[in-house]
């Protein structure tokens, strides 16, 4: 599932990808860089997090890239962002990431929409 805006785009996916887990969902988020702190990440998230409640979906999950050291390509905003949206960090990859010359760590974040039943 994905919702689009002209700033940005959020998706789900299946979490895992077996039938065990068919109640969560990976969400994943893109904002035009100059879209951000103006509401757009919160309304896309808010609109994909409705449908998903709808389809009987239970459990989110978020993962982000982590800096060791916040530089110019990655900061911890994100984990700001999700925070702010509810979700809490419930685990943690350590320089498990290579990009631009440099390793970046790995966080999973969780938001329970739902009662488990």
């Known amino acids: 599932m994905e919702v ?3 700033k ?3 998706y ?4 895992v990808g077996r039938q065990a887990y068919e109640h969560s969902c990976e969400l994943t988020i893109y904002l035009d860089h100059n879209a951000k702190r103006q509401g757009y990440g919160r309304m896309l998230y808010e609109a994909l997090e409705g449908r998903l409640k709808q389809m ?4 989110l999950y978020a993962c982000i890239g982590d800096p060791v050291v916040e530089d110019e ?3 911890r905003n994100s984990e700001q962002f999700h925070r702010h949206l509810g979700f809490t960090k419930v685990g943690e990859f350590h320089r498990c990431g290579y990009k631009f010359g440099r390793w970046y760590n ?3 974040m969780e938001k329970i929409i739902g009662k488990h039943v």
């Open 4 to 6: 689009l805006a002209s």
């Open 8 to 10: 940005g785009y959020a």
């Open 12 to 15: 789900a996916r299946p979490f």
């Open 56 to 59: 009987g979906i239970l459990n």
């Open 73 to 75: 390509y990655l900061t």
């Open 106 to 108: 790995m966080i999973w």
